[in-house]
C-alpha cells in the first residue's frame, strides 16, 4: 500500500510540475510580448491573472479527473497566474506615490479575478 502511495505522489508531483512549467512558459511569453508596448499601467499581469481565474474555474467545473485537473488547475493555472508579481507592481505603484491607480490595480484585479473564476464555473 505505501508503494502505491508513493508511485501516486510522485506522478501528482510530475504532473503539477509540468503544467506549471507549460503556465510559467506562457506568463512569460506573454510579459516579453507586453514589454514592447510602453503601458502606464501592468495591464499583462491583470490579464493573466484575470484570464488565469477564469481558466481555473472551467477547470474546476468541467474536469472530473484528479490528474488532468492537477495538471491544469495547480500546475498550469498556478504557473500561469502570478501574485507575486501583483504584489510587486501593486508595491512599485505605491512607492511611486501613484495611489489612485494602486487602488484602480488592486480593485480590479480582485473583481476581474473572482468573477473571471465565476463565470469560468457557470460555463
Not at 40 to 48: E, G, K
Request: glycine share 12%; with cysteine.
Amino acid at each position: 500500500m505505501v508503494i502505491i502511495l508513493k508511485g501516486i505522489f510522485k506522478m501528482n508531483v510530475v504532473l503539477v510540475a509540468l503544467g506549471a512549467t507549460l503556465g510559467a512558459y506562457l506568463r512569460n511569453e506573454l510579459t516579453v510580448a507586453s514589454r514592447k508596448v510602453k503601458l502606464d499601467f501592468p495591464w499583462m499581469t491583470f490579464l493573466i491573472n484575470a484570464v488565469g481565474a477564469f481558466l481555473l474555474g472551467v477547470v474546476t467545473a468541467k474536469i472530473g479527473n484528479k490528474a488532468i485537473l492537477l495538471f491544469l488547475g495547480t500546475g498550469m493555472c498556478g504557473g500561469f497566474t502570478t501574485f507575486g508579481t501583483f504584489n510587486f507592481e501593486l508595491s512599485q505603484l505605491w512607492f511611486q506615490h501613484r495611489y489612485v491607480r494602486c487602488f484602480i490595480y488592486f480593485c480590479l484585479s480582485y473583481i476581474f479575478g473572482i468573477l473571471g473564476f465565476a463565470l469560468g464555473i457557470q460555463l
